[in-house]
């Protein structure tokens, strides 16, 4: 995806299993991105990966679901992207 594109997000789908889903994801701070998304139990709470296909350039970020989002975990993914269009003549 690159800025411009267009996508079409399912927000009643908010599981992030299994891992790799692509997901309209929140962060803590309020800003919004398209993600991977992977999970697994740690310590009484849910890590939360969201992670890019270029990890190079934007690396996984890591929140738990508890202690960042009060256990909400619609306040951490906001639903699965379904569509993607891409416009390639900016390609």
Avoid: Q
């Avoid at 889903?21 to 998304?37: S, W």
């Avoid at 890019?52 to 256990?71: I, T």
Wanted: charged content about 30%.
């Amino acid at each position: 995806l690159h800025p411009g594109d267009i996508v079409l997000v399912d927000r009643a789908e908010k599981a992030p299993d299994p891992p790799g889903k692509i997901m309209l994801v929140c962060e803590p701070d309020g800003g919004c991105a398209v993600k991977r998304v992977s999970t697994r139990p740690v310590d009484g709470d849910l890590e939360l990966v969201f992670y890019s296909d270029n990890s190079r350039e934007y690396p996984p970020r890591v929140f738990r679901l508890n202690r960042d989002y009060g256990g909400e975990l619609s306040a951490a993914i906001g639903g699965r992207v379904v569509w993607a269009w891409s416009d390639m003549t900016r390609k």
